[in-house]
């Protein structure tokens, strides 16, 4: 993580100056907010984000996190004005220093909990780290999803990178090359979209999938989360074995002894994240 656990001890005397958070029930909600630049992240709101990921990643009490934006838009990605001048930025000055410089694709990939994007609007550009970083995402039929970057005389080199671990080679170039605009269903087909709701359904949807989410393991999900993220450096011969090592390393945890006996018990388990 880009900060440590003890960065995050301060964490409630943290303002955050363009998003929100809140923790309810093993629940940890981050919400976008700067609509009136359509969500558009500044340096200093990546940097926000990141130490909410890694307030998250620490807290035991914290099972899943859900990505929330207030405003018509998801996110319209980086701002292209505040980045070509970091003087027009809005300093945090409650936020810690970061162990080393922070970008929003490994903020995500380091983070090992189960997250849930919550989209209901346009997701473009780099507001594909967060959909791409993410474990489950569910957009509205009136949610939509492109990479204009090419039209502005860039490339979309880090997306590229997180689209990589969704979509096949040839799905990413061909949306980071023509840069067209996908609805929510075309989204689905090429895997950024796990879960297609209506406006009317999001809500119910994203509910019903946190509740299954922490009705398992947190431990066990962590820890495959974290082995998931590291198989593709093992190289193939050796990948059974790294994983048998990894469910090594839960199979005497207190959620695995649990889970167990409230299987033998034919009760529901009582996690303890452990």
């Not at 005397?13 to 558009?40: C, G, M, S, W, Y």
């Not at 890694?54 to 018509?72: E, L």
């Not at 957009?139 to 689209?163: C, H, T, W, Y």
């Not at 005497?252 to 033998?264: H, L, P, Q, R, Y």
Request: charged share 20%.
């Amino acid at each position: 993580m880009f900060y440590t656990e003890n960065d995050i001890v301060e964490f409630k005397n943290v303002r955050f100056n363009f998003i929100e958070v809140t923790e309810d029930n093993h629940l940890f909600t981050i919400t976008l907010n700067r609509p009136q630049k359509r969500n558009a992240f500044t340096p200093v709101m990546v940097n926000e984000i990141a130490y909410a990921l890694a307030y998250a990643q620490y807290q035991r009490n914290i099972w899943c996190v859900q990505i929330n934006a207030n405003g018509p838009a998801f996110c319209a990605g980086m701002d292209l004005t505040v980045f070509q001048n970091p003087d027009l930025d809005t300093p945090n000055n409650t936020l810690p220093n970061s162990q080393k410089a922070i970008n929003l694709g490994d903020a995500f990939r380091l983070f090992t909990k189960p997250s849930v994007a919550k989209v209901e609007g346009p997701a473009l550009a780099g507001a594909f780290l967060i959909i791409c970083g993410c474990t489950f995402v569910a957009a509205s039929d009136n949610a939509s999803f492109g990479l204009p970057e090419v039209k502005r005389g860039i490339f979309p080199m880090q997306v590229i990178a997180s689209l990589l671990r969704v979509t096949t080679p040839r799905q990413a170039l061909q949306m980071c090359i023509l840069a067209e605009n996908y609805a929510a269903a075309k989204a689905k087909e090429f895997g950024l979209v796990s879960h297609l709701c209506t406006k009317d359904t999001i809500d119910e949807t994203c509910a019903t999938l946190i509740e299954t989410i922490l009705g398992n393991s947190p431990f066990a999900i962590s820890k495959g989360i974290e082995a998931f993220s590291k198989i593709d450096d093992v190289p193939p011969t050796q990948q059974f074995t790294f994983m048998s090592q990894q469910l090594d390393k839960i199979r005497n945890s207190e959620d695995a002894v649990e889970g167990i006996k409230a299987f033998t018990e034919r009760r529901q388990p009582e996690w303890k994240n452990s």
